[in-house]
């Protein structure tokens, strides 16, 4: 095949390549080319087609001498021939030569000893701005002298041959990391190359001592640090971009032996339901600059984030700097407080709960939450799942690795670790109801500024958690979910339901020591 310097030479050099754009240039470019249309708060909406989400099928490892032994092969991680690549490559390669492209070169990694500068080659305008403000962007002086380790080449006119190219349908997202090349078509949904980038970090850090973690960060005036992990949906952006506290970012983060960084320059928010009451920071980033994609819009190009007539997962991207308060170094230093998101779709799991180290490994490692509707394709309403490390579709490593990586750090800084449900309430979905936000936001706010860890807790039954019986601007009633079940024998059902799925589940981590093990729920006998 081509190496990467012959992409820069056949692509980048092109007469048909503009690199490095600025946005209102790209904005101009995607609107000339029907690719969308402005907002009436200025912001460029867009459609992604069928593909409305990820398609975790469709991604793809080079199987290849360097990473064989390193990668967890399986459903997440599938092998791809080099011979099939190097076959497809070259088909995208002479697709993408008859096209007028959009280059952005970046970061992935606001630390610069561990950033990995980024060739993103693009077939639409709109994705560049979408990579440009998602990525970290490079200062003048370091474009003068820009070297990619990785290029992206993002060709979604392009659809595959299943029967040919060996993928699995007409998308594909395939890594090679001895080529350092990566392969994204059939597929218009932008968060595919985002995704990506955090996958090839989720790689490559571990390696050199850095724990890569699928995680959003804020800091305090008092510089404490507040983690907060979780699937899409679960409230990663939500819950970070807090008025009272500094935004570090709001998905993806390594943890040096220094402190914390942000891996992104921008925010990837979900918009469904989304207001200015309950989100205005969110709401107020949605401008000039920003990327709507699959928003329903009126005739007056107003926006209608209540719509999910295109999909539950529509998104906005935008920089970080939209957000007021946001840090734009993107570092901070050791976390104080690390909060595990989950949306439980049984609606048995408490609002939020304390928990020993022993149960952190436990949870962190079994990452239990509910895949929401539109996030995946095919994904129609909420499913209980299990994804390790809050972050499995991206971990290509095994999970003992970033699991031990992070029991570590939290004992050597004494980190306090909380579990928060922020799925459903008085019973499981169709029947009990979302959370409440500001009653989610009351009970972070006193886990940050350490009020959960002086009140009284009783032990939840199954489950073993510490639950705190007050928590200020939350009813009393609310902190233990049977209490908000009318039927406390569906209750009773379901908690041991869900026990029992996080008890098969861990039996694939046979090799945890005991402790561990014994940290998750227990089935409780019924008469």
């Known amino acids: 095949m081509s190496k990467p310097e012959d992409i820069t030479k056949i692509l980048v050099n092109s007469e048909l390549a503009q690199k490095n754009l600025p946005v209102p240039q790209l904005v101009e470019k995607a609107l000339a080319n029907g690719e969308g249309v402005l907002t009436d708060t200025g912001a460029f909406r867009t459609t992604t087609g069928k593909y409305t989400g990820r398609s975790p099928n469709d991604k793809f490892i080079v199987d290849e001498p360097s990473v ?12 791809f021939s080099p011979e099939k690549f190097n076959l497809l490559y070259n088909k995208v390669l002479d697709y993408l030569k008859a096209k007028e492209l959009y280059i952005f070169e970046g970061f992935g990694g606001k630390e610069k000893t561990y950033q990995l500068p980024i060739r993103v080659i693009n077939e639409f305008a709109w994705h560049n701005l979408f990579i440009r403000q998602l990525l970290c962007r490079p200062t003048a002086e370091e474009l003068d002298s820009f070297e990619p380790e990785f290029t992206i080449l993002s060709a979604p006119g392009f659809k595959a041959d299943p029967e040919v190219d060996g993928t699995n349908s007409e998308a594909f997202i395939i890594v090679n990391f001895a080529e350092k090349v990566v392969l994204i078509g059939g597929t218009q949904y932008a968060g595919e190359m985002k995704k990506t980038v955090f996958s090839i970090l989720n790689y490559l850090l571990p390696q050199q001592g850095v724990l890569p973690m699928h995680c959003s960060a804020n800091k305090g005036q008092e510089l404490d640090v507040a983690l907060f992990f979780g699937l899409s949906g679960t409230g990663k952006t ?23 960084f942000n891996f992104e320059g921008g925010c990837y928010a979900k918009c469904i339901k989304l207001s200015r009451e309950t989100e205005p920071q969110i709401w107020d980033a949605i401008k000039f600059g920003a990327v709507l994609e699959n928003v329903v819009i009126d005739d007056n190009k107003t926006p209608d984030y209540d719509s999910s007539e295109l999909t539950e997962n529509t998104r906005a991207g935008y920089p970080v700097d939209y957000i007021p308060n946001a840090i734009l170094a993107g570092t901070g230093g ?24 022993e149960q952190a490994m436990y949870h962190f490692l079994s990452g239990y939450t509910s895949k929401l509707a539109g996030t995946e394709r095919g994904i129609t309403e909420p499913q209980a799942t299990f994804s390790t490390c809050f972050g499995a579709p991206f971990l290509p490593l095994p999970p003992v690795v970033y699991a031990k990586m992070l029991g570590e750090k939290i004992e050597k800084h004494n980190t306090s670790v909380y579990l928060v449900n922020t799925g459903w309430s008085g ?34 039954d199954v489950f073993g958690l510490q639950i705190p019986i ?58």
């Open 238 to 260: 939500t819950l970070s971009a807090d008025p009272n506290r500094y935004l570090i970012g709001d998905d993806e983060h390594g943890w040096t032996d220094d402190g914390i």
């Open 470 to 527: 007050s928590c200020p601007g939350v009813p009393d009633e609310v902190l233990v979910p049977r209490n908000t079940w009318q039927n406390k024998d569906e209750y009773d059902q379901q908690a041991n339901d869900l026990a029992a799925r996080f008890q098969e589940n861990f039996k694939k981590f046979s090799d945890m020591p005991d402790a561990i093990k014994q940290a998750g729920p227990k089935v409780k006998a019924t008469s």
């Open 68 to 79: 064989h032994d390193k990668i967890n092969w399986g459903p997440i991680n599938k092998p």
């Open 334 to 357: 050791h976390p104080n407080v690390v909060v595990f998101l989950t949306a439980d779709a049984f609606g048995v799991l408490p609002p939020v709960a304390k928990l020993t180290k």
């Open 427 to 460: 019973g499981p979905y169709g029947v009990g109801k979302r959370m409440n936000l500001p009653y989610t936001r009351n009970m972070v706010s006193s886990i940050i500024d350490g009020t959960l860890d002086n009140v009284d807790t009783i032990t939840d």
